[in-house]
């Protein structure tokens, strides 16, 4: 039969639980606050990580950025570069030329005239203000039979636009070269102008057959030279 308890022993052993039980309700209490404070710290930190509409809608618009056009868009070489002036015209000069029908003037003694066109083309390089178209034979001998000192032989006509006629022109008759300070007359030829006269030749009765050449001088009077090479049409009297 086990001996009865003390007195004493059971009341130490009811202290000791409740210390026991003291115990474990702090700890619980101290570990419920930890946790609550954690919780309640927990939405402030989640809050203030989020950012703001305000910021959000700050950090998605970029501020706009100036492109510099690259250099080849800026200044393309075509445009940098200094436009060259065009280079002046050649020079040119007075041109001129001689047509008649057939090419040849076919005349006989006595007959009709025949006409032919004398055409100045000037060119860029000087203005004429007095140039002379002037006409040269050389001499033709006669049929036997013809009296000496008949005459040239040959009446040239100049066609006068302003009244309509044919006006006498002058022809020598001559073996020799006259010079260009001997010759005067003439009429006005700007640059570049283009002018057309119209002459006949005939052969007078008394005068010589032969085959010679009409020759056709250009003269600058002004400037006592040769304006233009001149010119031969061929010429026959029978």
């Not at 203030?48 to 250099?71: G, N, T, Y």
């Not at 140039?131 to 001998?141: G, I, K, N, P, S």
């Amino acid at each position: 039969m086990p001996a009865p308890a003390r007195p004493g022993r059971v009341l130490s052993t009811v202290a000791a639980a409740a210390v026991l039980l003291v115990g474990a309700t702090g700890c619980e209490d101290e570990g419920g606050k930890a946790a609550r404070a954690t919780a309640s710290q927990t939405p402030s930190t989640s809050a203030s990580a989020s950012p703001s509409p305000s910021a959000s809608a700050s950090v998605s618009a970029p501020a706009p950025v100036s492109v510099s056009p690259s250099p080849a868009v800026a200044a393309s070489p075509s445009a940098s570069r200094p436009s060259t002036p065009a280079p002046p015209p050649a020079p040119t000069r007075l041109k001129a030329s001689v047509e008649t029908r057939g090419g040849a003037l076919a005349l006989v003694r006595g007959g009709p005239a025949q006409e032919f066109t004398v055409t100045l083309r000037n060119g860029n390089s000087a203005a004429y203000g007095h140039l002379l178209v002037a006409f040269q034979m050389e001499f033709l001998v006669g049929e036997p039979g013809d009296p000496p000192g008949s005459g040239p032989g040959f009446a040239l006509e100049r066609f006068d636009a302003s009244s309509g006629t044919w006006k006498a022109a002058a022809l020598r008759i001559a073996n020799d070269h006259m010079p260009e300070s001997m010759y005067t007359g003439g009429a006005p030829l700007a640059r570049e102008a283009v002018r057309t006269e119209r002459y006949r030749l005939r052969a007078t009765a008394g005068g010589p057959t032969g085959s010679t050449p009409l020759m056709v001088y250009f003269v600058d009077t002004d400037g006592d030279r040769t304006a233009a090479t001149h010119v031969y049409l061929p010429h026959t009297t029978r």
